[in-house]
């Protein structure tokens, strides 16, 4: 009986399959045509067919010798094939690892002292975790795992990386390596971007980069709270440090005083550690004040840079026109005796600025004459009032960048045009050269990404701070409800692509349900205005307690008590769609038949009803959530938010102002079961068939709502009314 084909959907390559029939030394042509929900299937040419994954496996298991050798192996075979999937639920990955390690403490192999399908699922399952698991495999957390992991590639590489190479980090698309060009093309930064490899958007090389002595900083300005945009900086260099064995250092640029602060500072801080990045050090720019001065005045001292007294916009339309500053052929002395004025901070100092002597005709603007220090009389957060002169970005971060050692920069590419000012500045100061790398700015529909624009809604007051949950900065988001876990795979998933792209929140959110989803315990809620009462005639004369789960497919999420009584509160929009003597089902309680709706004067609904927990749930419409009518209900105060501007995108020179969203928060009072009088801030939850909720404000007082935040689903709403 011969092998016609595998097929499985493109989305969802069966790793471990593919993996099985390779180590069996079957050749079977694969095809990923099946739609993406569909189980893998294995077609035989005389028409019959095997599906599942588990079938598949225990199929080319016993024609390879790779199942147990008697009826308990084979049993134990069974369960970690059952158990393997546990390591594409993002949310139980890291404790299914932990589980894993402490297994293998004493073990060769998962199952007796060989080889087998078991071992090929653990291990597929882990391999196509992608950057994930390498990430934890490079930590050295889990020693045991990453021994048999490591154990199992040696003895079996060979098809073990033709099968992940073809088909980890290509998800939907599922062609293999032999199909695929091998060719090799440059991108902008020298960096050889690699085809038909297996890691996606991440495959590209760091120019010249040696395993062991890779360098990187990740330097932001205290100037505002880390947002979604710097957090694709900070994973991108925690990435390449962690792909070369290398170290990533943190460094604040902070040379703008005016901008600048620690609480800026302390959040950072706690927002980059949020983000999980492994750094070695912490520096300043501001630790370097005394070198950069004195590199100033070494370049003045050669006539690589000038002092300067041109009026800011005058100066600005010359360097525009390619027009040569008066100023720019003063003698040393004179730029010298200049200099010492801009030092003292006097009012003739103050009129001046520090001007390297690059080239005013170059067609590339930012070669004309940049500017390399200014005079600024308000003290620093750090230094206090030492210094009244600071040095521009420009001229700090190619100097402090070789000085601290870095190999490579990563820098987004909006910065393109100053790569080359970048490399002169640093060739004028006699410094060694560090290799720039750009990547794609991050930015998303109805988002501003400007720090100063969002100081402009915390200073106006239309946001409560920083931490908004309508804010995009680490905290905001996290704070609505998004899984770090989530941001990391959503930016880690675009890669180091230099493609400029604007992409949708709905992507972000999608992956955060999927982890969520899973495991996050299940409530009810009532929306107390109109909310209805149903009485059941034939309901508990006495109300009466169950315990059952929070979560029917996850016990971790734990139980909770539902009290069951004769007359329950409904939603007046279910209320408003049941007909007389329809039946409908109580969901977590059974059938009930709706006998009479009556309607008073004001318009407020009252139901009576007859309880049919005989009737099946099959043949109902409405599927109702209720509570029950008792005093512990708590009060809730359930939050939705909206973007902040009402335009996806931004034209260049387009006002904000402009486009402000003139709602964007909603406020709903509801009821909920007396269960969440024990949720903790920041417990993330479903309120049942009204969506994903954090818990921001928890019990305190009955007076007092907890308050829910919703979480968005990855579904497109509608704007707040």
């Not at 958007?201 to 300005?221: Q, S």
């Not at 460094?251 to 801080?269: C, G, H, I, Q, Y």
């Not at 009088?677 to 068939?689: A, S, T």
């Amino acid at each position: 009986m011969e092998l016609k084909s595998l097929s499985f959907p493109a989305e969802n390559p069966p790793l471990s399959v593919i993996a099985a029939a390779k180590l069996a030394g079957i050749s079977v042509p694969t095809d990923a045509s099946l739609t993406p929900d569909s189980p893998p299937v294995l077609h035989f040419s005389d028409g019959r067919n095997l599906r599942g994954v588990s079938a598949l496996l225990r199929y080319f298991g016993r024609v390879s010798n790779l199942c147990g050798g008697d009826a308990f192996q084979d049993a134990q075979i069974v369960e970690w094939l059952e158990y393997a999937p546990v390591l594409s639920v993002g949310s139980a990955f890291e404790n299914a690892c932990k589980h894993l390690d402490e297994y293998l403490g004493s073990r060769t192999f998962l199952v007796d002292h060989s080889f087998s399908i078991a071992d090929i699922a653990i291990w597929t399952g882990l391999a196509g975790a992608g950057l994930r698991w390498e990430s934890l495999r490079k930590s050295k957390k889990y020693v045991n795992l990453t021994r048999w992991y490591s154990s199992i590639l040696a003895e079996h590489g060979d098809a073990l990386n033709q099968v992940t190479g073809a088909y980890v980090g290509k998800k939907g698309s599922a062609k293999s390596k032999e199909n695929t060009a091998s060719q090799q093309s440059k991108g902008v930064n020298g960096d050889v971007v690699k085809a038909g490899t297996n890691r996606g958007t991440f495959e590209v090389d760091l120019p010249e980069a040696e395993v062991g002595k890779v360098k990187l900083r990740f330097a932001p300005e205290p100037s505002g709270y880390l947002h979604i945009g710097h957090s694709k900086a900070a994973l991108l260099n925690q990435y390449f440090a962690q792909r070369y064995q290398g170290q990533v250092i943190v460094r604040f640029d902070d040379t703008n005083p005016a901008k600048e602060s620690n609480e800026f500072v302390d959040n950072l801080l706690k927002d980059i550690e949020t983000l999980g990045i492994k750094y070695e050090t912490v520096t300043y720019t501001s630790d370097y004040f005394p070198e950069l001065m004195e590199m100033a005045e070494k370049l003045i001292n050669e006539g690589k840079a000038y002092v300067d007294d041109t009026p800011r916009e005058e100066m600005q339309k010359e360097r525009m026109d390619g027009i040569e500053s008066k100023c720019r052929n003063h003698s040393k002395e004179e730029n010298l005796k200049l200099w010492e004025q801009m030092i003292a901070g006097s009012e003739r100092g103050r009129q001046c600025c520090v001007r390297g002597k690059l080239d005013m005709q170059d067609p590339n603007k930012s070669l004309r004459d940049p500017v390399y220090y200014r005079c600024n009389p308000m003290p620093h957060h750090r230094i206090g009032s030492k210094y009244k002169v600071y040095p521009t970005y420009d001229f700090a971060c190619p100097f402090v960048d070789s000085i601290e050692g870095i190999t490579h920069a990563l820098r987004s590419s909006e910065y393109h045009d100053r790569n080359a000012q970048y490399y002169r500045i640093q060739d004028d100061m006699g410094l060694r050269r560090v290799h720039l790398y750009e990547f794609s700015r991050l930015n998303m529909v109805y988002t501003l990404l400007s720090k100063r624009k969002l100081l402009w809604f915390v200073q106006n007051e239309k946001v409560n701070g920083w931490d908004d949950p309508r804010f995009p900065t680490v905290q905001g988001i996290v704070r609505r409800g998004l899984k770090v876990e989530a941001l990391i795979q959503f930016i880690l998933e675009q890669g180091a692509s230099k493609n400029l792209n604007l992409m949708e929140w709905d992507k972000l959110w999608t992956i955060n349900k999927k982890i969520i989803d899973p495991v996050c315990p299940r409530h009810t809620a009532v929306i107390e205005e109109g909310r209805v009462l149903l009485t059941l005639s034939n309901g508990p004369e006495k109300p009466f307690v169950r315990i059952i789960p929070r979560h029917k497919k996850y016990e971790g999420a734990g139980e909770k008590a539902t009290t069951f009584t004769r007359s329950i509160w409904i939603d007046r929009a279910d209320a408003e769609l049941i007909s007389v003597d329809e039946e409908v089902t109580l969901m977590d309680w059974g059938n009930a038949i709706v006998k009479k709706i009556e309607k008073d004067q004001d318009g407020n609904l009252a139901l009576t009803g007859v309880l049919h927990l005989e009737g099946s749930v099959k043949t109902t419409k409405l599927k109702l959530t209720w509570l029950p009518e008792i005093d512990e209900l708590v009060k809730l105060s359930l939050m939705e938010f909206d973007y902040l501007i009402t335009k996806k995108k931004l034209e260049e020179g387009e006002d904000f102002l402009d486009v402000l969203n003139p709602c964007t928060e909603k406020e709903t009072a509801a009821l909920g079961d007396s269960n969440m009088r024990n949720l903790k801030r920041g417990d993330v939850l479903q309120l049942e068939r009204k969506g994903y909720f954090r818990c921001d404000v928890p019990y305190l007082r009955p007076s007092k709502p907890i308050v829910l935040f919703a979480i968005p689903d990855g579904r497109q709403q509608a704007g707040l009314k």
